[in-house]
């Protein structure tokens, strides 16, 4: 249905075209890019070093729910470097205090233990749930269990692939790490099933991203949170890409009023300019780490701390999280509308949608890249799924217009 990669790279104008292959010849190949090579950002829009623009669709997994270059967090991180950006936790800085207390404050707990990768908070997460078995709930040294779900992306360490169920994150990494069960996403009583007196956590994604935006059934996370209050298990909500107004609500736990006891948080969290990510739960979690057994020379540096008070801020407004659900009522109308016209199925929450491309359109990436040719850059996933996460501050009127490329893109126009 479009021109093959090597082809669209070799029609690309020159500029991009050699910075392309350029880049490509000294990278371990464990992406596989468009061949668009970006130069500068704004909003939701970006250009390439030809001075060709298009629309951001994918935003960065997320990690640019704000857009790019937003203002106020721009001044903020330029303010910041200039005047103090790492001292390592051996030492406390002056922009620590507010930056804990703002997070712990918009996710209703105590404490807020700050990392850098959303890859690290999961990993956090795990060490406190199993400290938290032992040390609280008590369970015998080393037989700890924590309940995962199949379909699950949870990050790149060699602990988090080894429960993962995709065969390209997973094989030829082992040997894993014990103390996982996998359940069916979205199977309550199979995980209800699978709580012992062993299980000390259940880790979920309230929506999975990286599985093509897949929305579990209505009262799944309620039932988790009541399951784990009666059976004593802690629950970690894992909103790295669900979180932070993404879904129409500050995290995606809200649309069933649910609180877990951990929040995994991260991308959005530093805007697209730093790496931030934290856990935020409360003290009698938390609590059981002790000085010496967690760290990071990185987390919770200056910076990180400085642009993740004033995402906090925005998100404290209320308006992204409205805007999304604004936009998302107009974004799930326009790809409702294309099944049976190229699309097969679409999952939409907020201004995040997984589209089911009828595989006799093309591939996934097919249709990405003849999005790109359009001017328009989003992300396929699982062969023919294409995930959309615009940033939430695209306007009304561009974002009909990508959607206008996708609908002349799958239907053949």
Same mark, same amino acid.
């Given at each position: ?44 829009w970006?250009?390439?070093v030809d001075?060709?623009?298009?629309l951001?669709l ?20 330029h ?5 103090l ?21 918009l996710c ?33 040294a ?17 602990? *988090? /692939?080894?429960? $993962?169920d995709?065969?390209?994150a &997973? +094989?030829?990494? =082992?040997?894993?790490? #014990? !103390? ?33 935006v ?15 209050t ?6 970690a ?6 979180g ?28 697209? *300019? /730093?790496?931030? $990510?934290?856990?935020?739960?409360? &003290? +009698?979690v938390? =609590?059981?780490?002790? #000085? !010496? ?7 919770g ?5 400085a ?12 308006d ?42 093309g ?10 040719a ?7 996933t699982?062969?023919?799924? *294409?995930r ?11 974002l009909?217009?990508?959607l ?10």
């Amino acid at each position: 249905m479009t021109a093959s990669l090597t082809e669209q790279t070799e029609h690309t104008e020159p500029g991009a075209a050699a910075e392309f292959t350029r880049a490509e010849a000294r990278t371990a190949h464990n992406y596989h890019p468009l061949p668009v090579v970006v130069a500068h950002a704004e909003g939701a829009w970006m250009t390439d070093v030809d001075g060709r623009r298009y629309l951001d669709l994918l935003a960065g997994y997320s990690a640019l729910n704000f857009g790019h270059s937003h203002p106020r967090l721009l001044e903020t991180a330029h303010a910041q470097l200039d005047r103090l950006t790492l001292t390592s936790r051996a030492f406390v800085h002056d922009q620590f205090a507010d930056f804990t207390a703002k997070l712990g404050d918009l996710c209703g707990k105590e404490l807020v233990l700050p990392m850098n990768t959303g890859a690290e908070a999961v990993e956090t997460a795990l060490k406190v749930m199993r400290k938290w078995g032992y040390e609280v709930k008590g369970v015998a040294a080393d037989q700890a269990e924590i309940i995962v779900a199949s379909g699950n992306f949870h990050g790149r360490t060699t602990t *988090i /692939v080894g429960f $993962s169920d995709d065969p390209d994150a &997973r +094989d030829g990494f =082992g040997p894993f790490a #014990p !103390g996982f069960v996998t359940v069916p996403y979205g199977d309550l009583a199979a995980l209800e099933a699978a709580i012992t007196p062993r299980t000390v956590g259940v880790l979920v994604e309230p929506i999975q991203g990286e599985g093509g935006v897949v929305i579990p059934p209505a009262g799944y996370l309620t039932g988790i949170r009541e399951a784990c209050t009666r059976e004593n298990v802690l629950f970690a909500a894992d909103e790295i890409q669900a979180g932070l107004g993404r879904t129409g609500r500050t995290f995606a736990c809200d649309h069933e009023d649910v609180v877990p006891d951990l929040y995994v948080l991260g991308k959005a969290l530093g805007a697209g *300019i /730093v790496p931030v $990510s934290a856990v935020v739960a409360d &003290r +009698d979690v938390l =609590g059981v780490l002790k #000085p !010496g057994q967690h760290g990071s020379t990185f987390g919770g540096n200056a910076l990180a701390c400085a642009v993740g008070s004033a995402v906090v801020d925005l998100l404290a407004t209320g308006d992204f999280q409205r805007r999304s659900a604004e936009l998302g009522e107009m974004l799930r109308e326009r790809l409702e509308a294309m099944v049976g016209h190229g699309v097969v199925g679409v999952r939409v929450r907020g201004l995040w949608a997984g589209v089911d491309v009828d595989p006799a359109v093309g591939t996934g990436r097919e249709v990405c890249e003849a999005l790109m040719a359009r001017g328009v850059l989003a992300k396929d996933t699982h062969g023919s799924t *294409i995930r959309l996460a615009p940033p939430l501050v695209v306007s009304e009127a561009d974002l009909a217009w990508g959607l206008d490329q996708l609908a002349a893109v799958v239907s053949g126009a």
